[in-house]
């Protein structure tokens, strides 16, 4: 049977590269967006799209009614920095989207799900370098405190009813085509968008907070990759951890020096500094690795190098 994906956040920064790229794999028709914004004219040449808010059951239930998704990407999420803020909302949209969102696809016996996890499920109590698969999470923000309860729902949905759910605990994740909003590993991608603008950049962390972070095309090819693996090769059914590359912002800078001279950074910390300093530096991605044939493509040098061209490409700073 053919397959017809539903992408549900469509809008948000993975959203926005998992359409793009699901649309070419399966022919445009075949992918439905969606996510709370009202529909842009000029983005409804790209293929199908449904404003829908997740919380809405009966929205939602008629979304999967009139489309009859084989594979739902559910991504509708409040992040990080935004969710401290507004930890009843946060929570709120966490929890109770998931919940619709997996109860449809039993109702309406979607054959695969993919939820996104975080490094946020981890905590200060966490060994930060190299941080195991299993460990003590304790997670302290309430975005950290709901991804790790979905993850135990997401084993919990397939043992109990035998819903396929796949996920990935995201780095820091960073791409072009979309901006991310409200989070805590957001820097660098801003650094990009303001070393093309003034060559300059002031950072909200520390120069020496190092995080596990990934360049958005090898996202997406995770996302891709474990949601389309044999269910033989999915061994973990909480969420795998993954990882891409680890630097702090002083090695972001300095990279960004070598490939643009001139580029100056200075530091005026926020809220979002603790945030950061909760989570890992660093990510043992053995179990990905083994199970479903993870490799990342992209390194520090390579991925500033593209951000760059990219960027520059679509006329930032000129
Ligand atoms: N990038 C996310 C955040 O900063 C972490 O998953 O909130």
Not at 63 to 91: D, I
Not at 185 to 201: G, K, M, P, R
Not at 277 to 304: F, G, Q
Request: net charge negative; charged share 25%; proline share 5%.
């Amino acid at each position: 049977m053919a397959e017809k994906i539903l992408i549900l956040g469509s809008e948000g920064q993975v959203g926005t590269d998992l359409a793009a790229t699901l649309r070419d794999k399966y022919g445009k028709d075949n992918v439905v967006c969606s996510d709370i914004k009202p529909a842009i004219d000029e983005k409804l040449d790209l293929g199908p799209y449904v404003e829908l808010n997740v919380m809405d059951r009966a929205a939602l239930e008629a979304v999967f009614s009139e489309h009859k998704p084989t594979m739902v990407y559910h991504l509708a999420a409040m992040l990080s920095a935004t969710a401290e803020k507004f930890p009843r909302k946060g929570w709120d949209l966490n929890m109770e989207g998931m919940f619709s969102v997996f109860d449809a696809c039993i109702d309406h016996k979607v054959k695969r799900v993919f939820w996104p996890s975080s490094i946020a499920v981890f905590g200060p109590n966490t060994p930060r370098i190299n941080t195991p698969q299993n460990c003590v999470m304790d997670p302290n923000t309430i975005y950290g405190i709901s991804k790790l309860a979905g993850e135990r729902f997401c084993e919990y949905y397939y043992e109990k009813y035998g819903l396929d759910v796949r996920s990935i605990r995201y780095p820091g994740l960073i791409g072009w085509k979309a901006k991310p909003g409200g989070g805590t590993t957001d820097y660098a991608v801003d650094i990009f968008h303001q070393a093309l603008i003034q060559n300059s950049y002031t950072c909200f962390l520390k120069e020496d907070t190092g995080l596990p972070m990934m360049y958005m095309d090898d996202a997406i090819k995770a996302t891709i990759d474990i949601t389309e693996a044999d269910p033989s090769q999915i061994k973990i059914r909480s969420s795998y951890n993954l990882s891409g590359m680890s630097f702090d912002p002083k090695t972001l800078s300095e990279e960004i020096m070598r490939q643009r001279p001139g580029f100056t950074i200075d530091y005026e910390i926020d809220g979002r500094q603790k945030i950061a300093e909760s989570w890992p530096t660093s990510i043992d991605d053995s179990a990905a690795k083994n199970d479903w044939n993870w490799k990342p493509d992209y390194n520090l040098e390579t991925m500033v190098a593209e951000m760059l061209k990219q960027l520059s490409a679509m006329g930032v700073g000129s």
